[in-house]
């Protein structure tokens, strides 16, 4: 997850590596693992938010606007939200 610092012209990114141990996840223990590493990190933990759309059965991600996220990265849990 990456935020573009507020006054360089060349918006450069400082990313946050967000890390799961092995094992099964639900929703709610993914959402908090990215808050806590959020936080760690100095940023609002309410910066990037993942819920469950109950109708659709997808994932949802709240990201603010000054923030991204890359999934592309090695072991990305992008596949198992459906990114």
């Known amino acids: ?11 450069q990114r400082q990313w946050v590596e967000v890390q799961f141990s092995e094992g099964c996840y639900d929703l709610i223990d993914i ?6 590493a959020m936080k760690r990190n100095g940023h609002n933990d309410d910066a ?9 059965l997808k994932s ?6 000054d923030f991204q996220v890359d ?7 992008s596949s198992i939200l459906g990114f």
């Not at 997850?1 to 918006?11: A, K």
């Not at 990037?48 to 659709?56: C, E, G, H, L, R």
């Open 31 to 36: 959402a908090e693992t990215i808050k806590i």
């Open 71 to 77: 999934f592309r990265a090695r072991n990305s849990i």
């Open 1 to 11: 997850m990456g935020r573009g610092e507020e006054g360089d012209s060349t918006r």
């Open 60 to 65: 949802v991600l709240e990201i603010q606007d």
């Open 48 to 56: 990037v938010k993942i819920s469950a759309n109950t109708d659709t």
